[in-house]
């Protein structure tokens, strides 16, 4: 069950590369999901150091947003509805190989089915789960990558070569570890003060 949601967080990971390379001038040459839990997005121009920074960062945002709206608003259905939209988006436009455009393509149709026809308590639900457990994820594979050292060949490991130093890929490391904790911590009080509220505003009302 876990399965899928990784795979989602590895697609919001290789996207926010992809993004990063767009919004600093360059371009998104193809992406590729695979079955091991990885990816890889291939760009052209654009800050080489931004674009590596991206993918960790950006992916426990995107997890963060779904998080809040789906905590703090009424929308989950249009929430839903939006992320499926992107994720096929995204499988038509960049994804080249073909069990990334299936799962992505796919994933995206499957939370446009559910936003549509299921309650909204359900699809709340859904999306409260696939927010925390896409930052929570992202924790983790940090933790793999530059912690356990799993994955030789990081985005850390990137961006010390850019800098000119492979010693560097630990420092870097515990800078993006502190920093998605930081985000993660920021993202549940905002969600948390959005549930109370909620629950002020729902107590109220029934008398």
């Known amino acids: ?9 590895v697609v919001l990971h290789e996207f926010s ?35 590596a920074s991206a993918g960790y960062l950006g992916s426990i945002v ?13 929308y989950d259905n249009i929430l839903g509805m ?6 096929i988006l995204l499988a038509v436009l960049y ?7 299936l799962f992505t393509a796919g994933f995206g149709i499957a939370l446009i089915a559910i936003s549509h026809f299921a309650k909204n308590a359900v699809i709340d639900l859904i999306m409260k789960f696939l927010g925390m457990t896409s930052c929570l994820y992202v924790l983790i594979d940090i933790k793999q990558d530059l912690i356990d050292r799993t994955n030789i060949g990081s985005d850390a490991d990137a961006i010390a ?13 515990i800078l993006w570890i502190l920093l998605a904790l930081a985000a ?7 969600a948390s003060k959005g549930e109370s509220a909620s629950a002020r505003k729902g107590t109220s009302s029934a008398f």
């Open 184 to 190: 993660f911590t920021c993202f549940l009080w905002i």
């Open 161 to 173: 070569l850019l800098l000119g130093s492979q010693r560097l890929s630990v420092p870097i490391g």
């Open 82 to 87: 939006g992320v499926g939209g992107l994720l």
């Open 62 to 74: 995107w997890g963060g947003l779904i998080l809040i709206i789906a905590v703090r608003t009424r």
């Open 17 to 51: 590369h992809g993004l990063a390379a767009i919004v600093t001038g360059g371009s998104i040459v193809r992406i590729e999901i695979n079955q091991q839990i990885g990816g890889m997005c291939y760009t052209m121009g654009g800050s080489r150091l931004i674009v």
């Open 1 to 9: 069950f876990i399965y899928p949601i990784k795979l989602f967080v």
């Open 95 to 101: 994804i080249r190989n073909l069990f990334g455009f």
